[in-house]
Antibody, heavy 127, light 107 residues
Framework: QVQLVESGGGVVQPGRSLRLSCAAS????????MHWVRQAPGKNLEWVAV????????????YYADSVKGRFTISRDNSKNTLYLQMNSLRAEDTAVYYC????????????????WGQGTLVTVSS | DIQMTQSPSSLSASVGDRVTITCRAG??????LAWYQRKPGKAPKLLLY???RLQSGVPSRFSGSGSGTDYTLTISSLQPEDFATYYC?????????FGQGTKVEIK
C-alpha cells in the first residue's frame, strides 16, 4: 500500500526554522520525483517545491515557488525513503498545512501532477 | 503563473443528482489538467488527469471534459461518499497551480 506520512509540524516563531519530513512506503521511493504542496487557512492550495527522482534535468534537480525561494530547501534521503523540507526565516504567511505528494512519472521528466498525497502536517508561524 | 478559476465555490446537491464543476484557466493549458477530491482530515485523492482520463480505482460516475481554457468535472449520480471538496490543477506550465476548490454539500 503506497503511503506518505508527514511529520515535524508545530508552532514556531517568525524568523525561526523548522524541518518537515515525509516518510514514504509501499513503492520504490528513489524512482519518483517528490513535491511539497501547502494550503494556508482560507487560501488556495499552493505548490511549494519539487525534487527529481534521482538524476537531474538541465543540471538542476530542485525547483521552488517564488514565495519560498532562498528560504526553503527540499531534499531527500533515498536510503531512508524520506523527503524533507527545511524551512528557514519563517514568516506568518508560511502558516499552512504542508502536504508531501508523489509525482506520477517514473524515472523521467516530472509530470507535475500528484498521486498519492499525505494527510499533511500543520505549521503555525506565530509569536 | 496560470490562474485557475473554479465555479461554483460551493453547491448543495442530493444523492443521485448530476453535478458539474467548471474550471477555467487563464490561458490555454492543452488538456494538462487534473482533478482531486479532498475530504476533511484526509489526503487529497487524484480522480482524473489529462482532463478526461480516470485514475485507476476511481468510480466511473466521475468524468472530465474540456479543452483550451475551459474544463468540466461531472459526477453522474452523486453518492454519499462524494460529499467533499474538489480541486482542479493545471500542470501545463511550472509552477503547477490549483483552482480555489468547490465544496459539494448535502442538500
Amino acid at each position: 500500500q503506497v503511503q506518505l506520512v508527514e511529520s515535524g509540524g508545530g508552532v514556531v516563531q517568525p524568523g525561526r526554522s523548522l524541518r518537515l519530513s515525509c516518510a514514504a512506503s509501499g513503492f520504490t521511493f528513489s524512482n519518483y520525483g517528490m513535491h511539497w504542496v501547502r494550503q494556508a487557512p482560507g487560501k488556495n492550495l499552493e505548490w511549494v517545491a519539487v525534487i527529481w527522482y534521482d538524476g537531474s534535468y538541465d543540471g538542476r534537480n530542485k525547483y521552488y515557488a517564488d514565495s519560498v525561494k532562498g528560504r526553503f530547501t527540499i531534499s531527500r534521503d533515498n536510503s531512508k525513503n524520506t523527503l524533507y523540507l527545511q524551512m528557514n526565516s519563517l514568516r506568518a504567511e508560511d502558516t499552512a498545512v504542508y502536504y508531501c505528494a508523489r509525482d506520477t512519472m517514473v524515472r523521467g521528466i516530472i509530470n507535475n501532477w500528484f498521486d498519492p498525497w499525505g494527510q499533511g502536517t500543520l505549521v503555525t508561524v506565530s509569536s | 503563473d496560470i490562474q485557475m478559476t473554479q465555479s461554483p465555490s460551493s453547491l448543495s446537491a442530493s444523492v443521485g443528482d448530476r453535478v458539474t464543476i467548471t474550471c477555467r484557466a487563464g490561458q490555454g493549458i492543452g488538456n494538462s489538467l487534473a482533478w482531486y477530491q479532498r475530504k476533511p482530515g484526509k489526503a487529497p485523492k487524484l480522480l482524473l488527469y489529462a482532463a478526461s482520463r480516470l485514475q485507476s480505482g476511481v468510480p466511473s460516475r466521475f468524468s472530465g471534459s474540456g479543452s483550451g481554457t475551459d474544463y468540466t468535472l461531472t459526477i453522474s449520480s452523486l453518492q454519499p461518499e462524494d460529499f467533499a471538496t474538489y480541486y482542479c490543477q493545471q500542470y501545463h506550465i511550472t509552477p503547477p497551480t490549483f483552482g480555489q476548490g468547490t465544496k459539494v454539500e448535502i442538500k
